[in-house]
């Protein structure tokens, strides 16, 4: 069993930046991917960005040059460092492990981008 668990979102203004992070515990298999995906009010989830234990990264093109993931590989946490942030990416970020070819989701984490 692996456990999933996100912080650090809130509310912030047009243009801001927020650090979101997961720290995930439990039987983690050394090979894995971490990342960060997100809900929109009556949309899909997404895809945000992601990030395997051997250092390979996927970015939606909407947040490319603004988000950067990056993990901890001794912590088993990942983050991710959001900047120039824009009311569309308003949206509730869910963290993700992949291991053992099973998919852990955390509870979600809330960003709300507005003035």
């Known amino acids: 069993q692996v456990q999933v668990v996100e912080s650090g979102g809130g509310v912030v203004q047009p243009g801001g930046s927020l650090r979101l992070s997961c720290a995930a515990s439990?039987?983690?298999?050394?090979?894995?991917?971490m990342g960060w995906y997100r809900q929109g009010a009556g949309k899909q989830r997404e895809s945000v960005a992601t990030?395997?234990?051997?250092?390979?990264?996927t970015y939606a093109d909407s947040v490319k040059e603004r988000f950067t993931i990056s993990r901890d590989d001794g912590k088993n946490t990942v983050y991710l460092q959001m900047s120039s942030l824009k009311p569309e990416d308003t949206a509730v970020y869910y963290c993700n492990i992949l291991t053992y070819g099973i998919n852990y989701w955390g509870q979600g984490t809330q960003v709300t981008v507005s003035s």
């Open positions: 990030m395997s234990s051997g250092g390979t990264t």
């Open positions: 439990g039987n983690i298999f050394r090979f894995n991917t």
